[in-house]
């Protein structure tokens, strides 16, 4: 089983709609879309995961979340669906451009992101594209700004931002960086500081990691705006 979560509940202002969601369980407690819904229905999603818990609360109200939790404990849904529920909110559109980033150590790992993101997101009408390298630069050029959502790796991302005239990131609404430690551990911190100086200051960021070490701290420090850190740990 899962130990309980070392979460420290904040003071603000919207704390009453906080507290009405601490000790959710189930993803249709959760305010969600009636889309999203019914995609984690139709997936067979019912019951969140400790760190989709702890994290889908405040990603939900719009704040910067730091996650770390083990592999495997389900960190990609904690940010897909605040992800789609964010640009589902503001009515995104085909031709609203980019409004969300999702970035990724690897290719295996951002195709896993893009095949979860498209499962949550089917009855929704955005768009999602991958950047990631292995195909001809030009071709992903063409349609990077017919994408509301990308998902890539690092080097494949500052690549199109340095040299694709057309590619644009000014409506960016969230920024998600997950497996944030290896992304460091690759050697991508600056190549990640370079992405990040390139996206429009006002937006929320989310990001996840299997272990919180002084590096992606650092990270955090650079890309997220006084988050909220949230740890779950496996029993011991
Ligand atoms: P992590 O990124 O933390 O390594 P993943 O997001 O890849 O974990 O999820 C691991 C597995 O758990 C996936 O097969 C995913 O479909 C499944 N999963 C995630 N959340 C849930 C849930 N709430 N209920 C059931 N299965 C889940
Ligand atoms: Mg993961």
């Not at 997950?178 to 100086?197: C, Q, S, V």
Request: some cysteine; aromatic content about 4%; glycine content about 8%.
């Amino acid at each position: 089983g899962e130990n309980p979560l070392a979460v420290t509940p904040r003071k603000s202002s919207d704390g009453a709609n906080e507290m009405s969601l601490t000790g959710v369980r189930k993803f249709i407690h959760l305010p969600l879309s009636s889309s999203t819904k019914s995609a984690l229905k139709e997936c067979k999603f019912k019951e969140m995961t400790a760190i989709q818990r702890a994290t889908l609360p405040h990603a939900l109200c719009g704040r910067d979340v730091l996650g770390a939790a083990k592999t495997g404990s389900g960190k990609t849904l904690a940010y897909v669906i605040p992800l789609v529920e964010l640009l589902w909110r503001k009515k995104w559109g085909r031709q609203d451009g980019v409004g969300g980033i999702v970035i990724s150590p690897t290719r295996e790992l951002a195709i896993q992101i893009f095949q979860c993101l498209t499962r949550v997101g089917a009855r929704h009408s955005m768009s999602a594209g991958l950047l990631i390298g292995g195909k001809d630069v030009s071709e992903e050029a063409n349609r990077v700004n017919k994408m509301n959502i990308l998902v890539c790796t690092p080097g494949r991302l500052l690549q199109h931002m340095d040299e694709t005239p057309l590619f644009d990131c000014v409506g960016l609404q969230m920024l998600v960086l997950d497996e944030a430690d290896r992304m460091l551990d690759l050697g991508f911190a600056k190549t990640l500081n370079a992405i990040i100086e390139n996206l429009p200051k006002k937006r929320q960021t989310l990001l996840f990691s299997a272990t919180q070490t002084k590096s992606v701290k650092d990270l955090a420090r650079l890309g997220l705006k006084d988050p909220e850190y949230l740890s779950v740990h496996a029993e011991s």
